[in-house]
């Protein structure tokens, strides 16, 4: 992630499976994902820490809620037993020497968009101080509102950007957001149409610094990149638990092109 700091990538994507290295998204039930990726993703902040930024690099999470729970862990059940390892909310965040923040907190004007209709929707780029130096966005993936709300601050850097060419935009990292599903054919182009085509722009826009996904099946693979590296495809074999790279390419493949196109090619 340094690399892509020091560079002024603008906007960053992590995507890695949280339930582990060979696992794909949709293994562990959602709550347990996002309570794994906050874990992974606290370790990612340290080197905001170790640059000297955290205190003033933003950590958004999707609703109050949630932010909550990484600053301050979920207490035991009633009867005092915790839910399995997986489950449990930590309290991750409870060291963190940045501001913590949410996208939105749900209510019925936002989710209907009535705020919007009405002129009471206020941005997210509204509400970050100037003095922020860049912005980490956790597992925006829930809904459609999710990554708008993180598109919103991107719009307000840039809008800075070229209100006066002098300011430094701000990064932003988002961290997996599976922006795959918005990039892709995954929502199809009649559902939310409006706000769909800008987002599917905005996901585009993202520079892959850590990516793993992998592909299940019989003879399993695995599409990687870390920052400022190519994107590599490599098989999984079994036989030995090795890995070989059978393909290597400068800008991102797509996953459906990977499944459909350079796998077949590399039995």
Same mark, same amino acid.
């Given at each position: &992630? ?9 906007? &960053? ?10 696992? =794909? ?41 949630? &932010? ?23 309290? &991750? ?17 936002? =989710? ?24 980490? =966005? ?130």
């Amino acid at each position: &992630m340094q690399a892509a700091l020091d560079d002024g990538v603008p906007l &960053m994507e992590i995507q890695f499976p949280p339930a582990g290295l060979e696992s =794909v998204e949709g293994d562990a039930e959602g709550n347990a994902e996002n309570n794994l990726t906050v874990q992974h993703l606290r370790g990612i902040c340290t080197q905001f820490e170790r640059n000297k930024t955290a205190a003033t690099t933003r950590v958004f999470f999707p609703d109050p809620i949630e &932010m909550f729970l990484a600053r301050t862990g979920a207490a035991p059940s009633p009867d005092g037993v915790r839910p399995p390892e997986p489950s449990q909310t930590r309290a &991750m965040f409870a060291d963190y020497p940045g501001p913590l923040d949410y996208l939105e907190a749900p209510t019925i004007f936002s =989710v209907s968009g009535l705020d919007k209709l009405l002129g009471k929707h206020v941005s997210v780029a509204e509400r970050v101080p100037s003095t922020d130096t860049a912005f980490v =966005v956790a597992y925006p993936s829930a809904n459609v509102s999710e990554l708008g709300c993180t598109r919103e601050i991107y719009e307000g850097e840039r809008a800075l950007k070229k209100a006066n060419a002098s300011v430094k935009q701000r990064p932003v990292v988002v961290v997996n957001a599976e922006l795959e599903r918005t990039r892709s054919n995954y929502y199809p182009p009649f559902w939310n149409a409006g706000e769909m085509g800008p987002l599917r722009e905005f996901a585009r826009e993202f520079e892959g610094i850590y990516f793993i996904h992998n592909f299940k099946g019989s003879n399993p693979a695995v599409l990687f990149r870390c920052y400022p590296g190519p994107w590599q495809v490599l098989r999984r074999r079994r036989r030995d638990d090795s890995l070989e790279l059978v393909h290597t390419q400068a800008d991102y493949p797509g996953i459906q092109k990977v499944a459909l196109d350079i796998l077949p090619r590399h039995p």
